[in-house]
């Protein structure tokens, strides 16, 4: 059952039951819930006709991290500790550039609505705000190793991604966001216990990820590799995917030692470093730059803000983009929970979490190199007549 965005924003109690079906479809992935099936659909993004495919995945319990004796393990993947992730929507692929930008878009248009004084900003609503990412510095780099629709969206940051996730969200009544890294983990995985979704040796790599092996024009068209047993694309390789964890060299030791003590799985969600700092943060995957090794199932890859804005000559440097490698293999994935987070939650999610990307954010905005816009179902009407006048 495909299910569209567009055909429900105007029934708030038809968008809660996206991705929701009261049989089991006849084939196909599906998950049983409360509900009836968790199911696969298609998300439009209102005003475009821009898709989002999302998949179904079950919840489960699995150890995250790598064990000791895998090939090419690292000691930041363990000690393996034990997490229970609850159901969830993930979508079937990364973030394509023809996805992203629509939300570039919104630079322009956010600059216009503050020129006309529409949609204006202040303290009382800027709660549904969200920034828009600046034009790109220098679009030879970012797009060097393509700009095609179909590819990965890179470059971006790890707020740039929170950012997307929070004006999807406002914008279809949904509530999209960047995953955690156990949650990526255990996506990746579609539940085996290899180092690899399709087994321990990397052999077959070239039948499921572009990789520094295979890609030899740069960024592959996302979906066009096998996919991994729940039926998502690109989990290795391509586009290296932002997580919510800040990267801790120690790897789980802290979330091991807790639930030691208390004999009891942790939950995906509490097994979060929220980032303090803008980096070293968590990408997972690997991308078409690396090699094999590095697109396990559990390989880490540390965030690094100054080789990779080296070349951005701005002060502060952009919030939304990087301008230098490895940052050209670096997009993201949205997920979806079954359950929604709570406000509180959500908002770690959508909004930045380090004192350094805040104060980078409220500089720009200061020196009028940002914008600022009201996020919710009515933009696309406000934009449609923007471009009227």
Avoid at 83 to 105: F, S
Avoid at 171 to 191: C, H, I, N
Avoid at 283 to 307: K, N
Avoid at 363 to 387: E, F, V
């Amino acid at each position: 059952m495909a299910m569209s965005v567009g055909a429900v924003a105007d029934s708030p109690d038809a968008a809660t039951k996206l991705g929701i079906a009261a049989q089991q479809p006849s084939s196909g992935p599906s998950v049983k819930v409360d509900e009836g099936f968790m199911v696969p659909y298609s998300l439009r993004i209102p005003g475009t006709d821009v898709e989002i495919e999302m998949v179904p995945i079950p919840g489960g319990t699995f150890l995250l991290g790598s064990p000791e004796d895998e090939a090419d393990r690292n000691d930041d993947e363990g000690p393996q500790v034990e997490v229970i992730v609850d159901p969830m929507w993930v979508a079937k692929t990364e973030t394509t550039w023809g996805q992203y930008r629509e939300y570039m878009k919104l630079y322009a248009i956010f600059k216009e609505f503050e020129a006309n004084g529409i949609r204006p900003v202040d303290d009382s609503n800027k709660i549904d705000a969200v920034t828009a990412p600046t034009e790109l510095y220098d679009p030879s780099f970012t797009y060097e190793f393509g700009e095609q629709d179909d590819q990965p969206a890179v470059t971006i940051t790890q707020y740039s991604a929170q950012q997307y996730s929070k004006w999807l969200s406002r914008l279809t009544g949904q509530q999209f966001r960047l995953p955690t890294e156990a949650e990526w983990e255990y996506a990746a995985r579609g539940g085996t216990k290899t180092a690899y979704s399709f087994g321990d040796s990397a052999d077959e790599i070239d039948d499921y990820a572009w990789s520094f092996n295979n890609a030899t024009d740069g960024l592959g068209e996302v979906g066009t590799k096998k996919p991994n047993p729940f039926g998502l694309y690109d989990m290795h390789g391509n586009a290296a995917e932002w997580t919510m964890n800040q990267y801790t060299e120690d790897g789980y030791k802290v979330f091991a030692e807790k639930a030691s003590a208390t004999k009891t799985p942790l939950h995906a969600t509490e097994v979060v470093v929220w980032p303090e700092t803008s980096s070293p943060c968590v990408v997972r995957g690997g991308s078409f730059e690396m090699d094999p090794e590095a697109l396990r199932s559990a390989a880490r890859l540390a965030s690094d803000d100054e080789p990779w804005k080296v070349d951005d000559p701005n002060f502060p440097r952009s919030p939304w983009w990087f301008t230098s490698d490895l940052a050209r293999g670096v997009g993201f994935r949205l997920i979806r929970s079954y359950k929604p987070l709570d406000n509180e939650l959500i908002g770690k999610f959508w909004e930045a979490n380090a004192e350094d990307v805040k104060g980078d954010v409220e500089s720009r905005m200061l020196g009028g190199r940002g914008g600022w816009g009201i996020i919710d179902p009515t933009l696309p009407a406000a934009i449609k007549a923007l471009q009227k006048e």
